[in-house]
């Protein structure tokens, strides 16, 4: 099993829909939880951290469930703009001197007009 | 954005010859990696830094080198390139063990 799994889609979803994507990590000492989106050829960034009680940026809800160790993302209203490839990325303490941050492999989103 | 230069943006070189990428940052932040990212692998850890002259491997560093003798620079070198190093290199820092990565906007390394 992977440590970190993201369903690759692509969704294709139209402007204004809502898209929920799942990310199931291996490690239940797991501690630190991002996502991040990637235009092609660009690097990633820093779409928000994703703490326990869940949180809000805007049009997207960030969500961890430790219980079945799993993180998702929301995205509501969706826009053109928002056509990326997301990236889980879990952040796990361990015997290296960082931590160790693992990416998953990304969940292509198109959105259409 | 954080203030993370990467060059060159791009290469091509032959095999067998020496490479070097060139991370800076002005952060200050303790912690630079290097990254590469290929079709169906997605980022892989080459290696990582955690202070000036401290690094470490990551998980596909066979092939490559690093240096670290300025906080503000990290250094990648393949010593001898080959076509399976052919791939986008990304460099990131980190203020924190755990802490969100920071991305440089990458280098398109080919290999011939």
């Known amino acids: 099993r992977k440590e970190v799994e993201q369903d690759p889609g692509p969704f294709n979803v139209p402007e204004g829909a809502t898209v929920a994507f799942n990310c199931t990590y291996s490690?239940?000492?797991?501690?630190?939880f991002f996502w991040y989106r990637q235009d092609c050829r660009k690097e990633p960034k820093l779409l928000m951290s994703?703490?326990?009680s869940g949180n809000e940026d805007g049009r997207f809800t960030a969500q961890l469930n430790r219980a079945s160790q799993y993180i998702s993302l929301l995205i509501r209203d969706s826009k053109l703009s928002d056509s990326a490839t997301y990236l889980c990325?879990?952040?796990?303490?361990?015997?290296?001197?960082?931590?160790?941050?693992?990416f998953g492999q990304g969940t292509i989103l198109t959105v259409h007009p | 954005d954080a203030g993370i230069t990467q060059s060159p943006r791009h290469k091509v070189t032959e095999t067998g010859t020496p490479v070097t990428l060139r991370c800076h940052q002005t952060?200050?932040?303790?912690?630079m990696y290097w990254y590469r990212q290929d079709p169906g692998h997605g980022l892989r850890l080459i290696h990582y830094?955690?202070?000036?002259?401290?690094?470490d491997k990551g998980e596909v560093s066979d092939g490559y080198s690093v240096s670290r003798s300025k906080t503000e620079d990290f250094l990648l070198t393949l010593e001898s390139a080959t076509s399976s190093q052919t791939s986008v290199y990304f460099c990131?820092?980190?203020?924190?063990?755990?802490?969100?990565?920071?991305f440089g906007n990458g280098t398109r390394l080919t290999v011939t």
């Open positions: 990131a820092i980190s203020g924190d063990r755990g802490s969100p990565l920071h």
């Open positions: 490690n239940s000492a797991s501690q630190s």
């Open positions: 994703v703490y326990s």
């Open positions: 990325v879990v952040a796990t303490p361990g015997g290296t001197s960082y931590g160790k941050l693992t």
């Open positions: 952060e200050n932040h303790r912690y």
């Open positions: 830094s955690y202070g000036v002259k401290d690094t």
